[in-house]
């Protein structure tokens, strides 16, 4: 299946959706109209019977974030309903049951930043850059989602760094921080995102929707909430089809599962 518009693509291949930004004569960047189509798509991917939801950018490149072409005179209101806006889609891909996967083929920057750090992996190829470089344009460093992922994936003190100063960021530092999970060759790109994105597929669905859970839950709770979250997940995961075949598959016949989300 394969539903195509000017901005945004979004097509399934099994179990597998993948959601394109498609505008690579302005660097894949995120006008309102493509910013509403993003969360339009993601929303409709999130009812697919699919397990994996892969985001990528058109061309050479992942997302120069938000177009500059929005920056425009507005009243204090009308920037606080858009600026509220483009956090949509990371709310939304936070939400998403399914695990998300960033496959970066090139620069990531601003508001794009923001939303691969939302997903909950990120593939990188070698020559792709990271910026959250709003201070340099006079705005707040915490745009799109930065202020809240960064300090929690790369710690308080690089994110301290790349907020205030607004630096690029290679693809081997990105790794070597935790920014990304993996830098690889241009060539190596599909290849790695598949092999990830095939694992997670053939994974169990229910149990992996918890874990995403349990992993956005402890970002903001304390150990006691997070212990009681505990408690419910695994309780309702032991009660599942999933968790018997994957004892039958790995204790007693001794093969791979074939998980099916019951």
């Not at 109209?33 to 019977?49: M, S």
């Amino acid at each position: 299946m394969s539903k195509r518009t000017d901005s945004v693509l979004l097509t399934t291949d099994g179990p597998v959706a993948t959601l394109t930004l498609n505008r690579p004569n302005r660097m894949n960047s995120i006008d309102v109209a493509t910013l509403d189509l993003l969360c339009e798509r993601l929303r409709e991917a999130g009812r697919l019977d699919v397990r994996v939801l892969v985001l990528t950018g058109a061309g050479n490149l992942f997302s120069a974030g938000a177009d500059g072409s929005e920056m425009v005179p507005r009243s204090s209101r009308e920037w606080e309903v858009l600026v509220d806006h483009y956090l949509d889609p990371i709310r939304i891909i936070s939400e998403l049951s399914m695990p998300v996967v960033a496959r970066i083929n090139g620069d990531c920057v601003g508001g794009a930043m923001g939303i691969a750090l939302s997903c909950d992996f990120r593939i990188a190829v070698g020559t792709a850059r990271f910026a959250a470089p709003f201070v340099k344009i006079g705005l707040a460093g915490c745009d799109m989602s930065c202020g809240y992922f960064l300090p929690r994936i790369i710690g308080l003190g690089r994110a301290t760094d790349l907020m205030m100063t607004g630096r690029y960021v290679d693809a081997p530092e990105a790794e070597r921080i935790g920014l990304i999970h993996r830098a690889v060759e241009p060539r190596e790109l599909d290849a790695v995102t598949d092999e990830l994105v095939k694992k997670l597929a053939s994974g169990p669905p229910i149990a992996l929707n918890f874990t995403k859970k349990a992993i956005r839950r402890s970002l903001d709770r304390d150990m006691a909430a997070e212990f009681d979250y505990e408690i419910l997940a695994q309780v309702q995961c032991l009660q599942t089809e999933d968790h018997r075949e994957g004892v039958r598959a790995f204790f007693k016949e001794k093969r791979a599962p074939k998980y099916v989300g019951k």
